[in-house]
């Protein structure tokens, strides 16, 4: 049995921005291997692992995909030996001062986001939030040794480390989208034991928070019949309460709208229900804000599925999650997969 | 300002690593004003076996008397805040986040998304912000007010935390190349410089050291602990910040900058709540100079120390302070130079072993 709380501070423990999602492929490589059949990484940088059904040829098959990048910084301008940044993905730069960060330049150096005094800083902000411009990284070196070691475009990550709350919760920097990338290795895990008919792919996908450059492409080398998409979504907290936001800890959001096709939601509500797995209906009426909005469109487009951990403070690097979710969710995954018979395709279409 | 010059390091004093380790330990430990007892633990460990007296008062100060051998020895108060600026919990809310209150200057913009350890037990808890997702552009231009903040605990913290339960910062001191990084360097460092004084004091001088409590909240162990000790002279002991960042506008010069890192020892003449005694001023200016030890003045203006409260008690005690200066102060991590804190320990080394009644004696020189 895998460790959950082992697992996730493992790829917790190493950055991967999007674009710079290297280190924590490595680790997710290394904790695919023994529960797959092949890996290979795609011409972008998305890691997929490759599960044989026991069906005949040809198979069907199904893509789970979980975005593996994070968020962050990226310097921008060096002065006097501290660094000014922008953001990569969406920060609010309210909870940035006082944020403990990894600079990667030439090495690895810890620092920490700094807001500088209010008489360095325009008037006109008064004691209002400083943007992001107006902040600083601060790695305690002098400017000199700055210089040799950082350079504009270096990256900037969360450094907290993770804490583990009362009632098997779990606070950190990167839970979106590390807890999906728990969520499927714990699926692949489940597998081990169940012979499934369909060939199913496992991603790890780049660049979510940026581009969808890993969704738009993925599935176009693996060409699924369906797919299911995982993702934090909100969950009820501070300042969160309204018909976007899930229970925390109670149950795997089943996302619902235009991305998700509504037999995929109609098979996987009957799943969670016969496997009494807790659930809710994650209304998505636009879009999704995950993967499957570049899934679905790829090549002659593809039935895609979204399912949610609910996360609290999301984007923060206190994000909160529910250890109860994660294997909730890959759970449901492994049970949906398992069950999928050669013929599953057929019960996906549309009423007409 | 200009920009921040280098100093050459060769000169430098190396610190040990026991001080190290006791900062370490000191920076690690939660001592809210008023719940100073985890530190005050640590240094009673500390000045024990070394005292010739030592004692806690009334307020909670721990007061160490070290006597010298000579004759004619000037008494001499060295006072270092054990407190810390953090929260205190005020109220739990039925979905069991809990709200909190300041305790000392704490800017509300440093707090969301901050994790911290709350009680005796160090409890972990996070200040959990609303996901961006959901904000508006124009609600990001306002700050978060405290009011609207939480800590959060987990859904299972049942009544292991209670409204009264301080919390602090959950960083961890962590040693940056030529830098510290930790929580409360105000005052860890003058609780450290004042543990090692006395590992190493001066025969010439009687050593009164007062460790005190709720400096951050007014400065109200000092006055006690003035009182009890009713020395000749007092130095408060404190970590000041260090404003040596740029200007957002390159055109304009950074003016206001306080102290700088790198500086050395941070020497008073005025702040907001105190005029140092000049006698002492020129004390440890010319001992600096003296001993080769860079040594800087901190900028003339606000802020205050335990000297603030000492230098009027009873019927007057000259007094000034010396400070370690510090970037980013009552945040969640400060930082420092290692080279600033081991030569602020020189410089009062060297001043308490030269010291005698002579300086007193004189008239405040102008």
């Given at each position: 049995m895998i460790d959950l709380t082992a697992l996730l501070k493992e790829i917790l423990s190493v950055s991967g921005l999007s674009g710079f999602e290297g280190p924590v492929r490595e680790i997710i490589h290394k904790t695919w291997e023994p529960l797959t059949d092949a890996l290979s990484t795609s011409k972008i940088g998305s890691l997929h692992g490759f599960k044989k059904g026991r069906g005949d040829d040809p198979r069907r098959r199904v893509l789970i995909s979980a975005h593996m990048d994070a968020i962050g910084m990226m310097v921008t301008e060096i002065d006097d030996g501290l660094m000014r940044v922008t953001q990569v993905g969406g920060i609010d730069h309210r909870i940035l001062p006082g944020q403990p960060v990894t600079v990667h330049g030439r090495e690895e150096m810890p620092g920490v986001v700094v807001q500088p005094p209010a008489h360095l800083l325009p008037k006109s902000l008064g004691d209002g939030p400083v943007p992001m411009k107006y902040l600083f990284v601060d790695v305690g070196l002098r400017p000199s040794e700055v210089s040799k070691k950082v350079r504009v475009g270096d990256i900037v990550a969360y450094a907290q480390a993770p804490l583990e709350l009362t009632g098997e919760a779990l606070a950190g920097?990167?839970?979106?989208?590390r807890v999906s990338v728990a969520a499927t290795t714990l699926c692949l895990e489940a597998l081990q034991n169940r012979l499934h008919d369909w060939d199913l792919w496992a991603v790890a996908s780049v660049q979510e928070e940026e581009t969808l450059g890993g969704a738009l492409t993925s599935p176009f080398d693996i060409r699924p019949d369906l797919a299911i998409i995982i993702d934090v979504c909100f969950a009820k907290g501070l300042g969160a309460n309204d018909w976007r936001n899930l229970p925390f800890g109670e149950g795997v959001g089943l996302g619902y709208g235009p991305n998700i096709h509504p037999a995929l939601y109609d098979a996987f509500e009957k799943k969670a229900k016969a496997l009494e797995i807790p659930y809710h209906r994650d209304?998505?009426?636009?879009?999704?804000?995950?993967?499957a909005m570049g899934v679905q469109i790829v090549a002659e487009g593809i039935p895609c599925m979204v399912l949610g951990i609910p996360l609290r403070y999301m984007h923060t690097p206190v994000e909160t999650v529910s250890l109860r979710d994660i294997r909730r969710a890959g759970r449901l995954m492994a049970e949906y997969v398992a069950d999928l018979t050669p013929d599953a395709l057929e019960q996906i279409h549309w009423e007409e | 300002m200009s920009k921040n010059r280098e100093v050459s390091t060769n000169h430098v004093p190396e610190i040990d690593t026991q001080p190290i380790q006791l900062l370490e330990k000191l920076c690690n430990a939660s001592a809210v004003s008023g719940d100073e007892h985890e530190v005050r633990q640590i240094v009673l460990e500390e000045v024990s076996p070394l005292g010739d007296e030592v004692k806690v008062d009334a307020l909670g100060n721990v007061l160490v008397k070290r006597l010298g051998q000579?004759?004619?020895r000037v008494r001499v108060m060295l006072a270092a805040h054990m407190d810390e600026i953090g929260l205190m919990i005020v109220k739990k809310h039925d979905n069991s986040l809990f709200e909190f209150d300041l305790v000392?200057?704490?800017?509300?913009?440093?707090?969301?998304g901050k994790s911290v350890l709350v009680g005796r037990d160090h409890l972990p808890g996070v200040i959990g912000a609303k996901p961006i997702h959901m904000t508006t552009t124009k609600e990001r231009k306002n700050k978060i007010p405290v009011s609207s903040m939480r800590i959060d605990?987990?859904?299972?913290?049942?009544?292991?935390?209670?409204?009264g339960d301080r919390a602090t910062f959950a960083t961890r001191f962590e040693i940056l190349g030529p830098s510290i990084c930790a929580k409360a360097l105000d005052n860890r460092f003058g609780v450290a410089i004042l543990i090692e004084l006395l590992r190493h004091p001066p025969d010439t001088i009687d050593l009164l050291l007062a460790f005190t409590v709720q400096e951050e909240v007014g400065l109200r162990g000092a006055r006690v602990a003035a009182y009890t000790f009713d020395p000749d002279m007092a130095v408060a002991v404190d970590s000041t910040p260090a404003y040596d960042l740029p200007h957002w506008d390159e055109e304009d010069e950074n003016v206001q900058y306080n102290t700088r890192l790198d500086g050395g020892p941070a020497i008073y003449t005025m702040d907001r709540a105190t005029i140092a005694d000049r006698r002492l001023v020129y004390w440890l200016a010319e001992t600096a100079q003296d001993e080769g030890i860079p040594w800087q003045l901190r900028q003339p203006g606000g802020g205050g120390t335990d000297a603030g409260a000492i230098h009027k008690v009873r019927s007057g005690i000259p007094s000034i302070s010396v400070s370690v200066p510090s970037r980013y102060a009552h945040t969640a991590a400060g930082i420092a130079r290692l080279d600033d804190w081991a030569n602020t320990q020189r410089l009062l080394q060297a001043a308490l072993a030269r010291l005698t009644p002579d300086l007193l004696s004189g008239e405040q020189r102008g």
């Open positions: 920097h990167t839970l979106d989208n209304l998505m009426p636009k879009m999704s804000g995950t993967d | 000579r004759k004619n000392g200057g704490i800017d509300e913009r440093q707090l969301p605990l987990g859904p299972e913290i049942g009544d292991r935390v209670k409204p």
